[in-house]
């Protein structure tokens, strides 16, 4: 089984490969749910390890309808990490009324040229019809869509329902299982035909304390980073 973790940070990158990861999606800024990585990031990381490193192309927080503006910056965005060395990208671009923005999309995928696979994210969570949703995304060439099941954690049923479609339809997308995957629920994943799940295995790490908390969403004196132990706890749950 394939697992990806979530990283931002060159610490975190080097600490899921020494556990076992065999992909990473490198974000800025996980606490927000991650945001487009800097060039800087980008190069030091593929310096640090010897992994995939898919790319979250996501210019602010909040939602997932992007103005005609947002949209280019994520252009040149991928356009600049291409360079860079990225191996792939992550992103969702939605309409007001939820449902898929082809456009925005179909754009942003025509720069990966067919030679780097997409990822469309956990906007999906949030579209009205799935099996419409799947059927495009398919025909717009993802490869992977990142996702709960709709909810704000893992769904088993709604997965397994997720799976059940894409496999009927000759499994041109992957689904990949997100969002609250663990070592309680890892052995459901594996047992129920999931080829790849996205895990941040991370933990709370001390650091010094401040008397301004800088508008951090995070706990005072701490700052999540993935760490090898919990890769491997996450990777023991299959073996």
């Given at each position: 089984?394939?697992?990806?973790?979530?990283?931002?940070?060159?610490?975190?990158?080097?600490?899921?490969?020494?556990?076992?990861?065999?992909?990473?999606?490198?974000?800025?800024?996980?606490?927000?749910?991650?945001?487009?990585?800097?060039?800087?990031?980008?190069?030091?990381?593929?310096?640090?390890?010897?992994?995939?490193?898919?790319?979250?192309?996501?210019?602010?927080?909040?939602?997932?309808?992007?103005?005609?503006?947002?949209?280019?910056?994520?252009?040149?965005?991928?356009?600049?990490?291409?360079?860079?060395?990225?191996?792939?990208?992550?992103f969702?671009?939605?309409?007001?009324?939820?449902?898929?923005?082809?456009?925005?999309?179909?754009?942003?995928?025509?720069i990966?040229?067919?030679?780097?696979?997409?990822?469309?994210?956990?906007?999906?969570?949030?579209?009205?019809?799935?099996?419409?949703?799947?059927?495009?995304?398919?025909?717009?060439?993802?490869?992977?869509?990142?996702?709960?099941?709709?909810?704000?954690?893992?769904?088993?049923?709604?997965?397994?329902?997720?799976?059940?479609?894409?496999?009927a339809?000759?499994?041109?997308?992957?689904?990949?299982?997100g969002?609250?995957?663990?070592r309680?629920?890892?052995?459901?994943?594996?047992?129920?035909?999931?080829?790849?799940?996205?895990?941040?295995?991370?933990?709370?790490?001390?650091?010094?304390?401040?008397?301004v908390?800088?508008?951090?969403?995070l706990?005072?004196?701490?700052?999540?980073?993935?760490?090898t132990?919990?890769?491997?706890?996450?990777?023991?749950?299959?073996?």
């Amino acid at each position: 089984m394939i697992l990806e973790v979530c990283v931002d940070s060159v610490k975190s990158a080097v600490e899921a490969e020494k556990g076992g990861a065999h992909r990473l999606e490198l974000c800025a800024s996980l606490e927000l749910g991650g945001l487009t990585p800097s060039i800087g990031l980008l190069v030091s990381v593929k310096k640090s390890v010897n992994l995939p490193v898919f790319c979250m192309i996501r210019p602010r927080s909040g939602d997932f309808v992007y103005t005609a503006c947002e949209v280019d910056v994520m252009a040149t965005d991928m356009e600049y990490l291409i360079a860079a060395g990225a191996n792939g990208f992550v992103f969702g671009c939605l309409n007001v009324d939820l449902t898929i923005d082809e456009h925005a999309c179909r754009r942003l995928i025509s720069i990966c040229k067919d030679q780097l696979p997409v990822t469309f994210h956990r906007a999906f969570d949030l579209v009205p019809e799935v099996d419409e949703s799947l059927k495009l995304l398919n025909t717009l060439g993802v490869r992977r869509i990142l996702t709960t099941g709709g909810g704000n954690t893992v769904d088993r049923v709604a997965l397994g329902n997720l799976k059940k479609i894409t496999d009927a339809n000759g499994g041109s997308i992957t689904i990949l299982p997100g969002g609250g995957v663990n070592r309680g629920n890892m052995r459901y994943w594996k047992e129920m035909g999931f080829d790849e799940v996205h895990a941040s295995c991370s933990e709370y790490i001390e650091e010094q304390e401040y008397g301004v908390t800088f508008n951090s969403p995070l706990p005072r004196g701490k700052r999540k980073q993935t760490t090898t132990r919990k890769v491997q706890e996450l990777l023991s749950a299959v073996l």
